[in-house]
């Protein structure tokens, strides 16, 4: 861990120097020490390829199929054979030929006596609520088969509507940005081009604002607390530190959800919180911590406090006292010798602390769950809804794409501005 | 060489007998109920009867009502359960998207035999709860006289609980906003009807307290959380009965919902499965579950076979079917997703 430790860096920079000295046979040595570096990755390589492996199968895959899911969708094309074959010419706005008419008329019927109707009435009510019922009707009117299909389909006034068919179109397409875009607020209008979903139905880039704001107050609270705590730690006698470090590990060992239990018991109206406060006279009225974005916070910056303390606390445990000493005999005041002596060698853990827990709060599920209110579900409850509840697993994809892109952009923004040999996470 | 053989050809055969022993043992009937006094309930009144009965043995699992879990099992073709309860929605989105048996009841019960809605293509009704409000008298010096007395902050003021969900609470909405009963689906499937339902909501938005889960609403009540919240009466009444809790009822404009019973795609035992629900079909046996919660048959001619200290507390007791509306799942099948994601959009504003 220590600076002085040689690192991987080193040997190239030798060779540089040492062919500077001897250009003649510096090539072939140059080339023989690549040679025998290859030999080492590859080795450890192979000992790493087990893990590799299982990464690949168990985590890779699943992910990647999962998100797959995102933009393939080819429930509505697979059911719709004929009506795409018929829609090919459609230039998408009004309404199309007769022989689209009738070709749809077809797949419906061959849909039911598959056994399928049900599958693509459900993709269908997706893209376009009511769909399904309005499906599922001209099914049954074509079974009856008292009028002729093309009758029966006109009579429908869903088929005849302005919206209906460019819906079934974008349908007959296996790839589609459908969900994607409903991730973002956006759709296609009748023109080709993309916009806003109207105010009223617009959700998601709220709710991603949200999860960034409250892990951005999470990492900071948890920062304001846990820096003076690991200085502390690191200052004190060793004895005491262990104390202080097992004080800080014991509710990391406890599981979330019983931490996250615990605090709603705090936090009731009526719990604890509420009466210290009501009796200390802080509050003349009892709070609602409860179902509020505050008792969430709280909850999730006690479950964090761990995760951005453990980095600091380790990279403070290694910064000679005699340095801050050196500083004052030089002339610093106190403050400008923890500026500029202490602060820039802490400054990697406190990175590394908080962005650790800034990821790990994007992906907060149970806490919000149970602790915040109505208005402070963050992005993971929304996916485990439409995996869960809404049987949407297309829209949970698109979702937990986003986030996933999201949080990697901003790991590769932290990773860029400090380097990510600077993190230290322990 | 030899010695790993033999180990191995152990080890087969160690486990095609554990396998012709599980196939041995496959008088079992595994079902998925969503746990709690409910699941409970359920045990007494027809798991244990059945497998005494006709000696096929219930293997029992629990799970909290979403069909995520069973749509997993089905895609992967793996399906460790035979029977699934769910709820009325449910049925009909599990049906949609293949992941429940459509059911033949010839191996039931006659269709025409249960209450109106309780009989689906891909599940079967298994009792009939309420969607009710409850409060607790201590609390509360007036007494609210219905389920839309929710809405009036002025006559009682103080935070209230709703369930986290659209279903019910646009109902309501609507009916308290001067929609008759009759019309509110119809009102619902406008643009209007949903935004005049929306409006109405927002008139008490600050003063609500959501939940999700049914134990919930008892809980809230209990710690003073809220002075009313609406619930489904099993789980207060169960409060007011087993842990002595003094709340209150209020049936009037209660929503008449159906628990259900439903066997996933691929299932592996479907002929115990059918027993098993010819078994809880037949009048006299539906009638049992109210004797151990207090949820209504789905049985038209069960109504005679419930026990008489039980009847007053079901939702369908005659007392309570004055003011009440009965769930419409064709309407919430159709409606259901957008209704949720306009819910939430409406919730994080």
Not at chain 1, 246 to 274: C, D, E, H, M, Y
């Amino acid at each position: 861990m220590s600076a002085f430790e040689p690192t991987k860096l080193d040997r190239p920079r030798a060779t540089r120097d040492w062919s500077a000295a001897n250009a003649g046979t510096a090539k072939s040595v140059a080339a023989a020490l690549r040679r025998a570096d290859l030999g080492d990755r590859l080795r450890s390589l192979a000992l790493a390829a087990p893990l590799l492996l299982l990464l690949a199968l168990s985590f890779g895959i699943p992910i990647v199929l999962l998100l797959s899911r995102a933009v393939y969708d080819p429930t509505i094309a697979d059911a719709l054979p004929q009506t795409s074959q018929a829609l090919v010419g459609w230039n998408g706005t009004g309404l199309p030929d007769d022989a689209a008419f009738l070709a749809l008329a077809a797949d419906l019927r061959s849909n039911q006596a598959k056994g399928t109707a049900y599958e693509l009435a459900k993709s269908l009510n997706a893209r376009l609520p009511g769909a399904r019922s309005q499906v599922l009707k001209t099914m049954r009117q074509l079974e009856a088969a008292d009028r002729p299909p093309l009758e029966v389909m006109k009579a429908v006034p869903f088929w005849s509507a302005p919206g209906t068919w460019p819906v079934i179109e974008s349908g007959t397409h296996s790839v589609t940005s459908f969900y994607l875009l409903s991730a973002l607020d956006l759709r296609w209008n009748s023109d080709g081009g993309i916009e806003r979903v109207p105010p009223e139905q617009a959700i998601f880039l709220q709710v991603f604002m949200r999860t960034f704001l409250v892990a951005a107050a999470v990492t900071l609270a948890t920062l304001i607390l846990g820096f003076p705590l690991a200085y502390l730690i690191a200052s004190v006698p060793k004895g005491l530190a262990a104390i202080l470090i097992v004080a800080v590990l014991l509710p990391f060992w406890t599981s979330i959800l019983v931490r996250t239990a615990a605090w709603t018991v705090l936090l009731q109206k009526f719990g604890l919180v509420n009466d210290l406060l009501l009796w200390l006279g802080v509050a003349n009225d009892r709070l609602d911590l409860m179902y509020s974005r505050i008792g969430l916070i709280i909850a999730m910056t006690h479950i964090q406090l761990p995760f951005t303390l453990l980095p600091i606390y380790s990279v403070m445990r290694t910064i000679q006292p005699s340095q801050m000493k050196a500083a004052y005999s030089l002339g610093a005041k106190p403050f400008t010798a923890f500026r500029r002596v202490y602060l820039p060698q802490v400054f990697p853990g406190v990175m590394a602390g908080c962005l650790l827990t800034f990821i790990l709060c994007l992906g907060y599920y149970i806490t919000p769950a149970l602790i915040g209110g109505a208005s402070d579900q963050l992005i993971s409850n929304f996916i485990a809804s439409y995996v869960n509840v809404e049987l949407n697993w297309e829209m949970a994809a698109a979702l937990s794409f986003i986030l996933l892109v999201f949080t990697l952009a901003l790991f590769g923004i932290f990773a860029r501005i400090l380097g990510l040999d600077r993190l230290k996470l322990v | 060489m030899k010695i790993a053989n033999a180990r191995l050809f152990a080890f087969a055969a160690a486990t095609a007998f554990i396998t012709m022993g599980h196939a041995a043992l496959a008088d079992e009937l595994s079902i998925m109920a969503s746990g709690g006094a409910w699941q409970d309930a359920q045990r007494k009144a027809w798991f244990e009867p059945f497998s005494k009965d006709t000696g096929i043995k219930i293997v029992e699992q629990e799970y909290l009502g979403d069909l995520g879990k069973v749509k997993a099992m089905v895609d992967t073709g793996n399906v460790p359960i035979d029977l699934v309860t769910v709820e009325t929605a449910t049925v009909l989105q599990g049906c949609d998207a293949g992941i429940l048996e459509r059911l033949d009841y010839s191996r039931i019960a006659p269709r025409e035999k249960f209450i109106e809605g309780s009989a689906l293509d891909c599940g079967v009704g298994l009792d009939a709860y309420g969607d009710v409000l409850a409060y607790d008298p201590n609390v509360l010096k007036q007494a609210p006289t219905s389920v839309l007395d929710i809405f009036d902050t002025t006559k009682f003021p103080g935070k209230r609980a709703m369930r986290k969900f659209p279903a019910q609470n646009l109902e309501w909405a609507l009916m308290a906003d001067g929609v008759a009963a009759a019309d509110v689906y119809a009102v619902l499937a406008t643009p209007e009807g949903v935004n005049r339902a929306f409006k109405k909501l927002d008139t008490i938005k600050q003063d609500i307290v959501w939940w999700d889960a049914g134990a919930q609403p008892p809980q809230l009540l209990a710690s003073k959380e809220v002075v009313m919240t609406t619930a489904w009466n099993g789980r207060i009444q169960n409060a007011i009965d087993k842990d002595g809790a003094p709340f209150k009822i209020v049936w009037n404009n209660q929503i008449l919902e159906y628990d259900m019973i439903a066997i996933p795609k691929g299932a592996k035992n479907p002929d115990l499965a059918y027993k098993y629900l010819a078994y809880i079909s037949q009048p006299e046996i539906n009638a049992k579950l109210a004797s151990y919660i207090t949820y209504g048959p789905v049985r038209i001619d069960a109504a005679s076979f419930v026990a008489p200290d039980a009847l007053p507390k079901l939702p369908n007791a005659p007392d309570h079917m004055t003011a009440y509306l009965v769930a419409d799942t064709e309407f919430w099948g159709d409606y259901g997703e957008d209704l949720v994601k306009r819910f939430n959009a409406w919730l994080a504003q």
